[in-house]
Structures are given as structure tokens and as C-alpha cells.
């Protein structure tokens, strides 16, 4: 479910679970964080994150896992992993990228999107909570009043109005990523690990104060997640109660 492919010093990962729009279960997961390590061990000079088919990730599989302590913790190591490779990383944005999918697209250090692509964070939708650093992240990326409406008002963010914030470097497709890649692996290595460093150093790593961090967990183990997962299963709309 996942694929590698190089091309000189450049490694293209893909997420390839399109039947599921590239929904991330454990084995995705891990094989992303195998996949992104063996990129580092060969000696790419940059990298290339996509998704197959017309989805970049539509997030979590909801048939399960994002229900799952263990793979939520996967899933928070291996973004972390993403974020801390010492080499620039391209998500390349083919289609929407929710939940989750915008949590790998805020671990790279540069997104290319395609003119159709969206972004967003429907958590609110079906009663879970995002972690502190991608609230953080989501802020330092496209600024705190996009930020707002995208997790509380769940609305979703396009390209054309992605690039004008920054978020989005660049609008194109794969191989427009792949060719600024290439551009990329031939910089001066050491430079951009230090810009890495700084760049990512804007306080989203940061320990969350415990009265957020049990705000959270509230959401998480709350009668209204278990009607959102009902909810869905039932093809239905959620009637949350806050409790």
C-alpha cells in the first residue's frame, strides 16, 4: 500500500490505497515510516510525498482505526518522523487531503497542490479532536483566522485560496513536485537541514498545558465520539449532546 520509486536523488513515496481514497489504516502507516527511513538510508536528497488515484489521503480509516490508541500514537510518531527527516520533503497534493491527509501535508516542508485539491480537518464532524501540534502547525501555516474556520467551522480550504496564504508553495501536479525535487536535491544539503530546524521550531512541538491536553482526551472518550462513530456506521446525521 505503499510505493517507492527514485529517480537520482529524489524518492517518491505514494500512498496506494485508492479504493479506500488513500484512507490510512496501521499498515499504511507503518509502511510510511519504513519508507521514509529507507529514503534517508539511500541517500535521497529529497522527497516526494502523493497519493494514487484522485485523493491524496481522505485520513483515518474510519471503519476503525482512528478509534485506536495504537494507531493514533503510530500515527503521531510517524508525522514527527516525517517532520524530522534531514532532508526537504514535497507532499505533492493530487486531490483532497482531510483529517490525517492534512496532517502529512503539514509534516512536509513544501506542498504543491492541483487545482481541484482540498484540504481540511471534519474531526468536529464525528466527535474526535486533533493533538496540539496540529492546531499549532494548521496556525503557523495558514494563519490563525483560516485556522478558526477550518477546525471549527470545519470549512474546506482550496488550492487557489491555499496558495494565496502560503500553505500551498506552488499549484501543479506530481511531476511539477518531482521536477522542483530535483531542483532541490542539488542545493547545499547542510543549509536546508538547518532551515528545517528553524522552520519547524514554531512552537508546535511544545507540550501541551494539561488543561488542553484533558480537554482533548474529554472528546476522546466521550459519549458523543461513540455517536459519531454510530452515527456513521447507521448512515446517518450525528446529534451530539456534548457529553
Not at 83 to 93: C, D, F, G, R
Request: with cysteine; aromatic share 4%.
Amino acid at each position: 500500500m505503499i510505493h517507492s520509486s527514485t529517480d537520482g536523488a529524489v524518492v517518491t513515496i505514494e500512498l496506494d490505497r485508492a479504493d479506500k481514497r488513500n484512507a490510512l489504516d496501521e499498515s499504511m502507516v507503518s509502511g510510511l515510516s519504513e519508507a521514509f527511513a529507507n529514503a534517508v538510508d539511500q541517500g535521497a536528497r529529497a522527497i516526494v510525498l502523493t497519493g494514487r488515484g484522485s485523493v491524496f489521503s481522505a485520513g483515518a480509516d474510519l471503519s476503525g482505526p482512528v478509534y485506536d490508541k495504537d494507531f493514533l500514537d503510530g500515527l503521531i510518531a510517524t508525522l514527527a518522523e516525517i517532520e524530522s527527516v534531514p532532508v526537504p520533503v514535497i507532499a505533492a497534493l493530487n486531490g483532497a487531503a482531510l483529517g490525517a491527509g492534512l496532517q502529512l501535508a503539514m509534516a512536509a516542508d513544501l506542498r504543491v497542490m492541483a487545482p481541484d485539491a482540498i484540504a481540511g480537518i471534519p474531526a468536529a464532524k464525528i466527535g474526535v479532536a486533533v493533538d496540539e501540534w496540529t492546531i499549532r502547525r494548521l496556525v503557523s501555516l495558514v494563519g490563525a483566522g483560516q485556522a478558526r474556520g477550518m477546525l471549527i467551522g470545519c470549512d474546506p480550504l482550496t488550492a487557489d485560496r491555499a496558495h494565496d496564504l502560503g500553505f500551498a508553495n506552488r499549484i501543479g501536479d506530481l511531476a511539477d513536485a518531482q521536477h522542483w525535487a530535483q531542483t532541490i536535491a542539488a542545493l547545499a544539503p547542510l543549509t536546508l537541514q538547518h532551515y528545517k530546524l528553524v522552520l519547524n521550531g514554531d512552537g508546535a512541538r511544545d507540550d501541551a498545558p494539561a488543561q488542553r491536553r484533558a480537554a482533548m482526551m474529554r472528546a476522546w472518550e466521550s459519549a458523543d465520539l461513540a455517536e459519531g462513530r454510530a452515527a456513521r456506521a447507521e448512515k446517518r446525521a450525528p446529534v451530539f449532546t456534548g457529553s
